[in-house]
């Protein structure tokens, strides 16, 4: 059987700028633990389709996780931006309390 990560590279041969793909994948990487493989498949996914709001919080907890707190900040206020945008109230709820947590830790 075919491992998931495996399906997911296939996929993402045939489609290589698919969200849903570049999504899946960074998280497939991210719960692995490679953690540099994941931050560029983020990275991928925000270039590619910068208006997909589910990207910035969970691109935001990998820059936490790295230690890399300013540029969590950043991406939460990017994200903020995005859902602002498309009216994502729930989102943009999400976002907010993930840069207040971590500007007041």
Do not use: C, W
């Amino acid at each position: 059987m075919q491992s998931r990560r495996a399906y997911l590279l296939q996929l993402l041969n045939s489609a290589p700028n698919d969200t849903f793909v570049l999504f899946a994948l960074a998280k497939e990487f991210e719960k692995s633990g490679e953690l540099q493989d994941a931050l560029d498949y983020y990275l991928k996914l925000q270039a590619t389709d910068p208006a997909y709001v589910g990207l910035y919080y969970h691109l935001g907890k990998l820059y936490e996780q790295l230690g890399n707190g300013e540029q969590a900040l950043e991406t939460y206020r990017n994200g903020i931006e995005v859902a602002r945008n498309q009216g994502d109230m729930h989102a943009m709820s999400e976002l907010n309390g993930a840069k207040l947590n971590l500007e007041y830790d």
